[in-house]
Structures are given as C-alpha cells and as structure tokens.
C-alpha cells in the first residue's frame, strides 16, 4: 500500500474525445509525476508538479496537460485522444526535502483509445 | 541527458538459483539510480534505490544491487529465486532525486519450478 490512488482503474475513450485521470497523493506529498506505460515498455515521464506549478516535461505534446490543487491530488488531461496514447497511466508522489526522495507510485490508469 | 539499458528484456532461471538482472546507465551526473518491481496488471514497486554513500544497497524481499561506477552499472542480484519473483522488473535513474524518473525498457523475469 502506497498512499497513492488513482482513478478511474479502466476506461474506453474515443479517438479524438479528451480524457481526465485523477491522483490522490500520499498525505503531505507536494511533488506529483505523471507516467504513460505503454504495453511492453517502460514508464515515460510526461511531467511533473511541485506546489501547483509545472517544473519539469518530457517529450510529450502540449494537449497532455495537469493540474495539482492544493490538497496535492491531481489531474492528468489528455485532449484529442490518438490511438497511440493507449497505455497505463501512472502517478508517483514524493517528498521534496525528503532525504532519498522515496517515489511512490499508484496502480495506474488504463486508457484504451478506439 | 541520461539513459538506461536493462540487458535482457526476457530472463529465466529455477527456483533457488541465482537471479541476475543488468542494468547500465549513462548520466552526466552522478544518478540516482532505483529498481522497480511491476506484477501483472499492477503499479510499480520500489526494491530498492541508491543516492549516496554505501555503494552495496539493500532493498526488499531479499534484492540487492550494487552501484559500480566505473563500469556504469547498476545491477540486481538476489541468491535464491523464489516462484513469487516472477515479475517485471524496471531500472530507472534521476539526475536530480527528484520525481523524474527515466525508466529502462524492463527484464521480465521468469522463475521455473
């Protein structure tokens, strides 16, 4: 048990339609990431978020967006759904500050886009 | 700008016998190097991490790896291969500690009877 759970577990989404995948993070965590697993491969980082603000992106589009709120859930939005963006999608909280930075990771979301 | 190579993405060895699992690295900067583990239709789970110090890291469930430097790599070793460690396992490294995480491909180990 991490203290980090996401939801929805499984959705079905339409080429083209958008997506929202939310993240509730470890109690006191103010660092969220966000990761697409693709089947086969490892976890890619899509970006992350410290105290409400983007500060780091890999390589992904702009139409992957976030959001962090205060509490330290957070949004993973993912607009005009292609179907290369079929994957699991993984949050992983953590502590800034904390000496080793443990990462937490939740058991993902599975996005299937037809 | 950095890299992980896990040599082997398939690895099959009997119950009891010595598991071996390779990662190498390539880091401008000293990494943070971690291991996951991933069973099936599940998220990932930290084995162990190495940031500073003891080279020799310690993780869970029996796992160890060291950090070797001058060869750049960072692999995972545990004695005896127990059938619950069938799983995929993903080396990753940080160049900052921070929650950025740059993942291998994995080794999806297999653990024969």
New interface residues.
């Given amino acids: 048990e991490?203290g980090?759970t996401q939801s929805p577990t499984h959705l079905i989404k339409t080429r083209g339609q958008q997506v929202t995948l939310r993240c509730s993070s470890q109690s006191g965590h103010n660092?969220?990431?966000w990761?697409q697993q693709a089947l086969?491969?490892?976890?890619?980082?899509i970006f992350?978020y410290y105290r409400e603000e983007e500060n780091?992106r890999?390589n992904f589009p702009p139409r992957f967006s976030g959001l962090q709120f205060p509490n330290y859930s957070s949004e993973l939005n993912v607009n005009a759904l292609e179907l290369d963006d079929s994957a699991l999608y993984?949050c992983?909280?953590?502590l800034?500050g904390d000496?080793?930075?443990?990462?937490?990771?939740?058991?993902?979301s599975w996005l299937t886009v037809v | 700008a950095q890299s992980?190579t896990q040599l082997g993405s398939h690895v099959s060895v009997s119950e009891g016998a010595l598991v071996l699992l390779r990662c190498n690295y390539s880091s401008s900067v000293p990494p943070?190097l971690?291991w996951?583990v991933q069973y099936p239709n599940?998220?990932?789970?930290?084995l162990l991490?190495y940031?500073t110090g003891a080279t020799l890291v310690k993780g869970i469930n029996g796992f160890e790896a060291e950090f070797k430097k001058s060869e750049t790599s960072f692999h995972l070793t545990k004695p005896s291969a127990h059938m619950s460690d069938a799983a995929e396992y993903?080396c990753?490294v940080s160049l900052t500690?921070?929650?950025?995480?740059?993942?291998?491909?994995?080794t999806r180990l297999t653990v024969i009877p």
């Fill in positions: 991490t980090v660092t969220v990431s990761y086969g491969q490892g976890p890619q980082f992350q780091g890999g993984l992983a909280s953590s800034v000496s080793g930075n443990t990462i937490y990771f939740g058991e993902g | 992980v943070y971690f996951y599940q998220g990932l789970q930290l991490k940031t993903f990753a500690g921070a929650n950025n995480l740059f993942f291998g491909t994995g």
